[in-house]
C-alpha cells in the first residue's frame, strides 16, 4: 500500500528557533498533502493544504508566517516551525493522497513528529 | 459547520466480547466517511471509506456501516491487538479534500 514517510519522529528544540519537518510519500506523487496537529486526547485538526507547485491554503487560525509550508516536488512537502514557542509543542502529522481522498485513494498518513519546545 | 461526535470516548472490553464504537456526523452533503487506526504515538491508519447509507465494509473483526447520520465500527470477538484509538473522519462534498476528524474512542481489549 502507500506510505508516508515523515521525519523526524521526535525533536526537541529551545525556544526561538525553527523546526523543519519533512513528509514524503515514498512509492506514489502527491499533488496534494495535509498538515495536521494533535494535541493529547484532542482530534487531529487540519493545519493547512499544501499544492505542489503552489502556496499551501491555511485553516482559519493558523499563522500561515509562523508555520511555512513548501511542497516543492510530487513526493516531498515540508512544514517549518519558525521561531519556535513551548505553546507549539504538539504531535504534527502529514498525510497524503494521490488523488482526492475517496475510495480508490485514501489519505494516508506519516507517524507524525512529536514537537517539543523547551 | 461539520462535525463528528464519537462515543464512547473509551471503551474497555474482555477478549472475545463484541461491542460497537459510534460516530455521528453533521455535514453539508456527505462525500464520505473515512475510519482509522490509531496507535500511540503513531499516525493514523486507514480502514474503510463508506460513501452512502446502508453501505457496509468488512476487514477481519471489524465492520464499519454507515446510516444517515452516523456510523458505526462494530467489533467481534475482540483480541488484545486490537487496542487503539479509532478515529472517524468525514470529508464533505464541495470541492475541498479536506476530512474533518472526531476525537476518536480509546479501545482497550484485556486478555
Known amino acids: 500500500g502507500a506510505v508516508v514517510s515523515q521525519h523526524p519522529s521526535r525533536v526537541i528544540c529551545k525556544s526561538g528557533t525553527s523546526v523543519k519537518i519533512e513528509c514524503r510519500s515514498l512509492?506514489?506523487?502527491?499533488?496534494?498533502m495535509f498538515w495536521y496537529r494533535q494535541f493529547p486526547k484532542q482530534s487531529l485538526m487540519l493545519m493547512a493544504t499544501s499544492n505542489e507547485g503552489s502556496k499551501a491554503t491555511y485553516e482559519q487560525g493558523v499563522e500561515k508566517d509562523k508555520f511555512l509550508i513548501n511542497h516543492a516536488s510530487l513526493t516531498l512537502s515540508t512544514l517549518t516551525v519558525t521561531s519556535a514557542h513551548p505553546e507549539d509543542s504538539s504531535f504534527y502529522i502529514c498525510?497524503?493522497?494521490?488523488?482526492?481522498?475517496?475510495?480508490?485513494?485514501?489519505?494516508?498518513f506519516g507517524n507524525g513528529t512529536r514537537l517539543t519546545v523547551t | 459547520e461539520d462535525q463528528v461526535t464519537q462515543s464512547p470516548e473509551a471503551l474497555r472490553l474482555q477478549e472475545g466480547e463484541s461491542s460497537s464504537l459510534n460516530c455521528s456526523y453533521t455535514v453539508s452533503g456527505l462525500r464520505g466517511l473515512f475510519w482509522y487506526r490509531q496507535d500511540p504515538g503513531k499516525g493514523p491508519e486507514f480502514l474503510f471509506t463508506?460513501?452512502?447509507a446502508g453501505e457496509e465494509k468488512e476487514k477481519e473483526r471489524l465492520k464499519a456501516t454507515l446510516t444517515k447520520k452516523e456510523s458505526f465500527l462494530h467489533i467481534t470477538a475482540p483480541k488484545p491487538e486490537d487496542s487503539a484509538t479509532y478515529l472517524c473522519a468525514v470529508q464533505a462534498q464541495g470541492g475541498s479534500e479536506k476530512l474533518v476528524f472526531g476525537k476518536g474512542t480509546k479501545l482497550t481489549v484485556n486478555p
Open positions: 463508506l460513501y452512502s
Open positions: 512509492d506514489f506523487q502527491a499533488t496534494t
Open positions: 498525510s497524503a493522497s494521490e488523488g482526492p481522498p475517496s475510495y480508490n485513494s485514501p489519505l494516508h
